[in-house]
């Protein structure tokens, strides 16, 4: 009502001439305070800040523990894939023994060949230095193996790289060949021709793969002698990898329980391979899946998108 | 020249090395990257030698080599020499017919023992099969009447059945029998037998009888 008087005391002042004014009356003239003009204004304001700010320290805090999550939900995967990695060591011991052996094998003999050499009267320099050279060659050869199977085994944290899913396969299919081959069932595998570029975490991608290699191995051991791996493109949008074997197959009833924690049909199966590849995959906005052979046995396949170019 | 080892081993520095180490022991050394290489050039059977083979090797398989070797009719001796030496495949090979089943790394001692012995294997049985060779060659001088009477003699039987048996006269089965002991080099039934039972010729009788 402030503004309204004051407004109304301008308006008398105005049409109301000093000629006609009233006897007795005089003109008082005040100019309001940005309180009394804008009140209601201000008050507003004030109130809108305050829910906007509300809304946004809520919005934060939302975030802070997404992230939170998200953080823990990765080195909970990290620790999973780690125990499935060091689960699976222990059955690729075969692979690392031969891939061991080969050039500490080579090492020893020429070693000897050199100390009989070196017992002769005229020890044969150039030969001597050819030997040398080659023991020093499969000395790094050892100590690739080695490295290569530790940061396998090491518990790398959950990084996100450009990857072409195709270099990922090679190297999970040339690993496992010994071990394969000691089982007695025959790995192939058949690329794509184009890359296959992914976004996503190398190792536990290798690790889902030798996953389903391991599981497949072992459906086939006692039947077929054939597992085969082939990547292709899905359209434009995605990659998908398929890994078949020549087993009995699954009952079709299980085929969707197979990725559940703890479900396995084999005697001394854990039950977690599958669905550590399972998270894993869904980590990486994929799908996994396993489909009856119309042929016999089974195919797992598993689709991930690929990275906008 | 102590003999061949042909080395089969899809490792190159492997062979080299071995290659090496078994020509200083005085072996002749040809080495094959794969198993499909020394099925293209099979070694001479008739000079001393024996494989040395890697359990796995690309395409081929060491233990598949040893059963496509043996189908071939090789006696050529098998060593296996294995990165890794799982018990199935050890038993497999071995029960195939393998002469030994070493492990990478190997040393130099045991290596060359278990070649020595599989080439003196090789070497007897060369020597068996020598043998055998020369005896089929004496048994397949016989007359066929005097083929009859040796398989008849072998059995223990008299001169008076098999003169009955062939319908022939006592006397001309005895002089048959003199030439069969005359054209086998021998101077004793026992003897006659033995060289029966080594042929394989009595089962082949019992077989028909």
């Known amino acids: 009502m402030i503004v309204r008087r004051g407004v109304l005391l301008i ?18 003239f005040r100019e309001p305070t940005f309180w009394e003009a804008y ?133 999970v299919f040339e690993f496992l060949g ?31 793969i030798l996953n389903l290699i391991f599981n497949s191995t072992m459906s086939a051991m006692p039947y077929g002698r054939a597992v085969i791996g082939r990547s292709e493109l899905d359209g434009g949008s995605s990659a998908i990898i398929s890994i078949s074997d020549s087993g009995p197959g699954i009952p079709s009833k299980k085929l969707a329980e197979i990725f559940d924690p703890f479900f396995t049909s084999k005697k001394q199966g854990t039950g977690i391979g599958l669905s550590i590849a399972r998270t894993i995959v869904l980590a990486h906005k994929g799908r996994i899946w396993a489909e009856d052979q119309s042929e016999g046995g089974t195919v797992f396949r598993l689709s991930i998108p690929l990275a906008r170019q | ?62 233990p598949e080599l040893q059963d496509r070797l043996s189908k071939l009719g090789s006696t050529l001796p098998i060593v296996f020499l294995s990165g890794y030496a799982d018990v199935r495949t050890t038993v497999q090979t071995i029960k195939a017919g393998a002469e030994d089943f070493l492990t990478k790394p190997v040393s130099s001692e045991q290596l ?53 048996q062939l319908g022939a006269t006592e006397r001309t089965i005895k002089a048959h029998r003199h030439r069969v002991m005359e054209k086998m080099k021998v101077q004793s039934l026992a003897e006659l037998v033995s060289i029966a039972e080594r042929l394989g010729v009595l089962t082949g009788i019992s077989a028909r009888a």
């Open chain 1, 11 to 28: 308006w008398l002042a105005v049409v109301l001439s000093p000629t006609e004014l009233l006897a007795g009356s005089d003109i008082r």
């Open chain 1, 178 to 208: 010994v071990q394969a081959s000691s089982r007695n069932v025959a790995l192939y595998y058949d690329l794509s021709p184009e890359p296959l570029r992914i976004r996503g975490d190398a190792v536990q991608l290798q690790q889902v």
């Open chain 2, 112 to 164: 060359l023992h278990a070649i020595e012995q599989a080439m003196a294997h090789h070497e007897a049985s060369r020597d068996e099969r020598r043998k055998l060779d020369a005896l089929r060659e004496l048994l397949a001088t016989l007359t066929p009447r005097e083929r009859q009477v040796f398989d008849r003699v072998v059995q223990g039987k008299i001169n008076k059945q098999i003169a009955q």
């Open chain 1, 39 to 171: 009140r209601w204004q201000s008050l507003m304001i004030a109130a809108i800040i305050l829910v906007q700010a509300g809304f946004i320290s809520l919005l934060l805090h939302e975030r802070k523990k997404r992230t939170d999550a998200e953080t823990e939900a990765r080195s909970r995967l990290t620790e999973l894939a780690h125990v499935g990695r060091q689960a699976t060591a222990g059955e690729l011991s075969s692979s690392i023994a031969h891939e061991l052996n080969q050039p500490l094998g080579a090492i020893l003999t020429n070693a000897e060949t050199a100390e009989l050499i070196l017992k002769s009267p005229s020890p044969d320099l150039a030969e001597l230095r050819e030997i040398l050279a080659d023991i020093r060659r499969d000395n790094q050869r050892a100590s690739e193996v080695i490295n290569r199977m530790r940061s396998f085994l090491k518990r790398t944290p959950f990084e996100i790289k450009d990857l072409d899913l195709n270099d990922i396969m090679r190297e």
């Open chain 2, 1 to 62: 020249m102590r003999g061949t080892v042909h080395v089969v081993d899809d490792d190159a520095s492997f062979r080299s090395a071995i290659e090496r180490r078994l020509k200083k022991a005085g072996y002749a050394v040809a080495t094959y990257p794969s198993a499909q290489q020394l099925l293209d050039r099979l070694p001479d059977e008739a000079e001393p030698g024996c494989i040395l083979l890697d359990v796995r090797i690309p395409d081929l398989s060491g």
